[in-house]
């Protein structure tokens, strides 16, 4: 007996597979831009998924299918309220945005990205400006049709955390601010801050690096049937469908660990996809269930699992094989070049501590853009001085600054708050797990350790795919609401053992 | 001013942007499907490709939409009337086809080409005879929705070039059979003929033939901004969009012709679509006009330039660095090594007289397959008893044989004669161009030799798209209608020269 028999619902399925359809090619040509794509088609690319996210509006809001799904049905089972849920938010966020609105949103941002990647690429901040004034505008207009009680920014930022606002997250930031900065102040007083940071000089060859990335991804039980990795100028992970999952890592000449965190990062998003109950193949079920609990996964997997004595013991073996440098460092060395806690430029590299400081300054920015009180130059200007108030540092040019991100170019206004809740999510299920499994460090020493947490992730929360509302999915798992200090008490008890 | 300027036409054009949308995504997936795509996804992405064509179908019959483009206007323009004449066909095909057939049959095909790779590189007719099966049923399903008046084929032969049937094809195969095969036992009469075909065995190293492969795209000036090449099963070209072209070729580890020549038949695919006028973008009036005149572009680079004396010159010096055993052969060995006549197994390396013998065979079988005569294991043997017979050679297996293109199993039952028409209309381009600019080989002498061509091939029959009907363009560019002649003495006269 399968998880859909309403015969209502599966009328609704049916239907939604032309959207999921839609879905799943849109995703395939996103990836491609980030990946394969000649440059001079961006502009084409830009026209045609502009129309894509059109047809795929009309066919949500098609009279019939309106109708389906909002009506009620008695005895449903949850997976088929879940269709339900899902799909009547939906149609309520796309019924207030105008076709042409949805069409010039997808032209700028796919345009943008290009230009983005190139300035980037040449440190030149003029050249996206230009583009990301036109996407503050249209992000401004996007609040304005969805509408909000509070703030307009709190409108985008329920599009990735449902339900979450500006005031919860400035309550959320302002509660972990002080203990931050307190714990970093600390750490600065230890005499291991000042030690030079062992490896992060070394050069590596680049075929080498894709050996040992490809080795790491064995170790995590990588399915290339369905999983593949490539090349992008920012990492990233995408579910085409959910046998198509597809992860991208880079490479820099120097300073490996940038790459295989990138590598684990995006394993630990694609996992969840990848797990998924099968039967939820495009439905509107498949995948992770918000923006934050899917971040949860992949900081997951980079930090509590990736920055692991015990995980890096597993590694270093073949490490010192591919990185011939390995030789002039001990296993110590090894371990504290993932484990270091030092103020840096780049936030996807940054440590545990200071990437919140990352986030809130993003945070703080988009809080202006969508109060129409910044523009993009004063951005970057801000950007620098939010740097020093936080972290004492200011980036050298603009690639280390404003441009590392791909997100504003695309149009992710409301994205990187959620990066903070998934990072504190993590520890929540970092707890639950060794209340079931015992220590995270204990489990990854016995053999069938990665797959044991892997098969434990897969049973409480991949399998659902979004059957449950993050809330409740947290509820469910770890039994309470969700709490910052499980991770400030992570961080603080980690770190102080490190550095004291 | 712009080509259209209707107003009706606009409106046709600007509703028209969701139809090319869809088949700009769906060539990508194609495109994806063969080069990067995890095994495993094959499945659904089958289903998804279905339920695109069935949207794309809903668009084309949507009424509004049928009844603009049905409707009669004065004054229209020939780009106007090309519009019209393109969409109108393109309904009427659609109308006979129910939703569920198109669905059915890409789920079918999709799937079928994944078990066709597998098979193929596994020598297992076996495993791909049941799904071959299935889409004879299909095709054959197929011709009796589209209608037709002598024979089911011709139903099939019209969808890739319009207006030609079964006994059109009769009548041109046997026109030529007799003259070729007259011409392949001079030649074996030839002492020349037994001689040992020099380099065919020389091993290469992968990474070096892709080198060569990029210095010959850029010799025929490769936009790389625009174009991109990767590798395949199976070498082909596909259009995402004006400005987005791509091309496979495939390596194997010896016989670098293969490789070679497939780029450049590839490229030639290519050059038509980047050539269209750019403001055809997303029209229906982008792109190669019919299967016939599409083949003619790449068998013109493949053959008439790629095997001409003066391109090979150009390519030699850069080749002999990449390929070292070059050193052990004479310039006249590589030159007879691209022009040579052996019947052989493979048909994309046929040499330029026994081709159409393969294709002859595809024909004859195709046609049996359409009157519901041959079951897949029938057709294996008919292929095995037709290549003793006209070519006088046993393929030693499937792979060699009967399992060697992916036509079949993507359902393009109909498509391999217009390779021997295009092939033919090759020629006819050939004795235009010598019209106009003096003998190919000696326009090939000159620094910019290659670009005249191109730009003569831009200007006569690129960059009007889909404006003209083949027959039409064909009166156009060569003042005649097409004559298998002028194909049957460029072939005489070459290879005359060569063996005698």
């Known amino acids: 007996m399968g998880k859909f028999s309403h015969p209502k619902i599966l009328e609704i399925l049916e239907r939604y597979k032309d959207i999921a359809s839609l879905e799943s090619l849109k995703s395939l040509a996103e990836w491609d831009l980030e990946t394969y794509m000649p440059e001079n088609a961006a502009e084409e690319r830009g026209k045609i998924l502009g129309r894509i996210d059109v047809l795929t509006q009309k066919l949500f809001l098609d009279p019939q299918f309106k109708k389906l799904v909002q009506e009620e049905y008695p005895?449903?089972?949850?997976?088929?309220?879940?269709?339900?849920?899902?799909?009547?938010?939906?149609?309520?966020?796309?019924?207030?945005?105008?076709?042409?609105?949805?069409?010039?949103?997808?032209?700028?941002?796919?345009?943008?990205?290009?230009?983005?990647?190139?300035?980037?690429?040449?440190?030149?901040?003029?050249?996206?400006?230009?583009?990301?004034?036109?996407?503050?505008?249209?992000?401004?207009?996007?609040?304005?049709?969805?509408?909000?009680?509070?703030?307009?920014?709190?409108?985008?930022?329920?599009?990735?955390?449902?339900?979450?606002?500006?005031?919860?997250?400035?309550?959320?930031?302002?509660?972990?601010?002080?203990?931050?900065?307190?714990?970093?102040?600390?750490?600065?007083?230890?005499?291991?801050?000042?030690?030079?940071?062992?490896?992060?000089?070394?050069?590596?060859?680049?075929?080498?690096?894709?050996?040992?990335?490809?080795?790491?991804?064995?170790?995590?039980?990588?399915?290339?049937?369905?999983?593949?990795?490539d090349i992008s100028a920012h990492p990233f992970e995408t579910a085409i469908s959910l046998n198509d999952v597809r992860i991208t890592t880079w490479y820099h000449p120097q300073d490996f660990r940038r790459s295989l965190s990138a590598v684990i990062h995006e394993f630990g998003h694609a996992l969840y996809e990848l797990n998924s109950d099968p039967e939820f193949s495009l439905t509107p079920l498949q995948g992770g269930v918000s923006y934050g609990v899917h971040e949860s996964q992949s900081r997951f997997w980079e930090n509590i699992i990736g920055r692991n004595p015990a995980f890096l013991n597993k590694i270093y073996p073949r490490a010192k094989e591919l990185l011939p440098f390995l030789e002039k460092y001990s296993f110590d060395d090894f371990v504290f070049y993932f484990n270091f806690i030092r103020p840096d430029f780049i936030r996807v590299e940054a440590d545990e501590l200071t990437y919140h400081f990352h986030i809130i300054l993003r945070f703080e920015i988009e809080k202006k853009f969508l109060e129409g009180n910044l523009n993009p130059h004063q951005a970057r200007d801000l950007w620098q001085a939010k740097m020093k108030e936080y972290l004492e540092i200011e980036p050298p040019n603009d690639t280390l600054g404003i441009l590392q991100d791909i997100h504003w170019s695309l149009g992710y206004l409301g994205y990187f708050p959620t990066y903070s809740l998934g990072t504190f999510l993590s520890a929540i299920w970092k707890e639950a797990i060794e209340k079931d499994l015992g220590k995270i460090e204990d489990v990854l020493k016995e053999a069938d350790g990665i797959l044991k947490i892997q098969n434990w992730l897969k049973e409480k929360i991949h399998q659902h795919g979004k059957t449950y509302q993050p809330k409740e999915l947290i509820k469910l798992v770890s039994g309470k609401e969700f709490n910052p200090n499980v991770f400030i008490d992570y961080l603080k008890t980690k770190y102080e053992r490190i550095y004291f």
Do not use: C
Request: glycine share 2%; no cysteine; proline share 3%.
């Open 75 to 229: 005895d449903l089972n949850i997976y088929e309220k879940a269709v339900l849920r899902i799909l009547r938010r939906e149609i309520k966020i796309l019924e207030k945005l105008p076709p042409e609105f949805i069409e010039e949103f997808k032209k700028t941002t796919t345009e943008a990205s290009v230009v983005w990647r190139k300035a980037k690429q040449e440190n030149n901040f003029d050249s996206f400006a230009p583009y990301l004034q036109k996407i503050i505008d249209l992000v401004r207009k996007e609040a304005d049709y969805l509408g909000f009680e509070d703030h307009p920014y709190s409108a985008l930022i329920d599009l990735y955390e449902e339900g979450w606002t500006v005031s919860d997250f400035e309550n959320f930031f302002e509660s972990i601010k002080n203990e931050l900065k307190e714990l970093l102040n600390k750490i600065k007083s230890s005499s291991k801050y000042t030690q030079k940071i062992p490896l992060e000089e070394e050069k590596y060859e680049k075929e080498k690096m894709q050996q040992l990335n490809e080795y790491v991804l064995k170790l995590l039980n990588f399915d290339e049937k369905r999983l593949r990795i």
